[in-house]
């Protein structure tokens, strides 16, 4: 995926050795570049506790979607009494449309095992995994490669750094739906087990693998370590804006000029998102943003003001999921774009929760009959029955999230819906749907959409 690069001023924590060294060189040509140099540093010198304050400091959120705090993360695994703690980097990439997460990794494998050599360390795990999508192939083969040259030269593994502890990094391929991305399934497939989230609380914090205390980050999250530790959590925290910390990878993609992965300060506007960095729309006509991967939301081209948090993004009604933003212009219709991710998410649910395996078949059948022109008097009440119905049932955040597509769709395109319900019409010409054959009960009271 191609890089894009910021303005000079932005500061680069997680791409800026992107092409200073060669992720299939030797382990020497990966240290000339500065890897591994905060963690031989930092280990035999900083106390745990001085590395999580850092971390605190920074405000460093994790960048698996949610924007958990890191520091209170690591600071409640750390804090429990237990022979046993763990440490797995999430670097499944659940949304298969997004590869930020594989850019990093087969771009700089050694900062995401720095940083996992870090958070280690700071909550005492004489174990970590990191779970990589079996079908990354090139950067299993360059994590794999990364582990080795580093416990040969003895910076991980037993007494690592000659410092009195063990720190042992195993790679893990996993392979499975898009619910294998979330923390306690991923756990689960680690274990050997059927992967399927578990009800939460306990969280993996408390009890993860093998019932031991556990930190789950993803793999952006903890290639930010480094950059944290070595400079200091204040000046990690300055690199965000309006009041936001540190910085984020967001792969842009859809009708605009320049495609790929770019790292962008954290809090910044969608507007200088896709006009700064992505270059603007070819056509001019943006008509929607989809934000955050299958399960995200679409937001109209009057929420470009927004800010790219998690918060402020799911009180818009869409989510930083993945990190993936698409600009679409007046070709794509949303109509037929939801009901295709409300399908998908519906395909990949693991059927442990019934509102979930059921439900998200039938809104998707809903949205089929929207764009084929079959739709039912009922279906508009029904939709909205179903939606809140599914995010009362939920199990596990994918369920939640499922309704977003159409729930967005429905809150900020709702002449686009009534065209095809009410008129049988596809403003954008991609669906063919029949004249509504009877007329149609009057729109449900709109369910807000939520991450
Ligand atoms: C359906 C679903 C899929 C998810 N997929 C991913 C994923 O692919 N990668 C990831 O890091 N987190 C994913 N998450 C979030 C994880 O459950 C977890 O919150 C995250 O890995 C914690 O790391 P962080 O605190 O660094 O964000 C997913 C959550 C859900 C509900
Ligand atoms: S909510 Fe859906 S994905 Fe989550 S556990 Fe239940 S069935 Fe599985």
Redo the contacts with the bound molecule.
């Keep these: 995926m191609a890089i894009i690069k910021g303005p000079a001023e932005w500061r680069s924590v997680l791409l800026a050795r992107a092409s200073a060294y060669d992720p299939d060189g030797s382990l020497a040509e990966a240290e000339r570049a500065g890897a591994w140099v905060t963690w031989r540093k930092t280990a035999p010198t900083q106390s745990p506790a001085s590395i999580i304050r850092s971390v605190s400091t920074a405000d460093l ?8 705090p ?1 520091g209170r ?1 690591w600071q409640t695994v750390a804090a429990q009494g237990s022979d046993r703690r763990y440490v797995v980097a ?6 298969p449309g997004a590869q930020l ?1 594989r850019t990093l990794m087969e771009t700089d494998p050694h900062l995401v095992l720095e940083g996992l050599a870090l958070a280690a360390f700071a909550v005492g795990a004489r174990e970590s995994f990191i779970a990589v999508k079996a079908t990354y192939t090139t950067a299993v083969r360059r994590l794999r490669a990364a582990i080795r040259s580093a416990e040969e030269a003895g910076y991980i593994g037993q007494d690592a750094l000659g410092a009195g502890f063990d720190l042992h990094i195993e790679l893990r391929e996993l392979q499975g739906a ?2 294998l ?4 399934a ?1 756990l689960r497939s680690i274990e050997g087990k059927r992967p399927q ?1 578990d009800q939460r609380p306990p969280y993996p914090a408390e009890r993860g693998l093998w019932d031991k205390p556990t930190v ?7 290639a930010a370590v480094p950059w944290i530790v070595a400079n200091g959590g204040e000046a990690y925290a300055k690199l965000g804006m309006n009041g936001q910390a540190g910085t984020t990878l967001v792969q842009l993609g859809g009708t605009v000029n320049r495609a790929g992965v770019a790292e962008v300060p954290m809090g910044i506007p969608l507007r200088d998102l896709l006009r700064g960095v992505a270059g603007g729309e070819p056509r001019g006509r943006l008509k929607a943003l989809f934000i955050g991967g299958p ?1 995200g939301g679409f937001l109209p081209p009057e929420a470009l003001d927004t800010q790219l948090t998690p918060g402020s993004l799911s009180e818009m009604g869409a989510i930083m999921g ?1 990190g993936s933003i698409l600009a679409l212009d007046g070709t794509t219709c949303l109509v037929d774009l939801a009901t295709l991710m409300t399908r998908f998410m519906g395909d990949e649910a693991c059927g442990k929760t019934i509102p979930c395996r059921i439900g998200t078949r039938r809104l998707y059948e809903i949205g089929e009959r929207y764009i084929t022109g079959r739709t039912r008097p009922t279906d508009q009440q029904l939709m909205a029955d179903l939606c809140s119905d599914i995010r009362d049932g939920a199990l ?3 369920e939640i ?1 499922a309704t977003n597509p159409l729930l967005s769709g429905m809150r900020y395109f709702r002449d686009e819906f009534d065209a095809h319900i009410l008129r049988g019409e596809c403003p954008a010409g991609v669906c063919r749907p029949l004249p509504p054959v009877a007329a149609q009960t009057p729109a449900a009271a709109p369910v807000s959409p939520r991450a």
């Design positions: 959120r994790g960048r698996g979607g949610a924007g958990y890191t993360k999430n670097g499944y990439e659940a949304d997460d898009f619910v991305g979330e923390e306690t991923l989230p789950v980050n993803n793999v952006e999250t903890l399960s993945s596990c955040g994918h999230s």
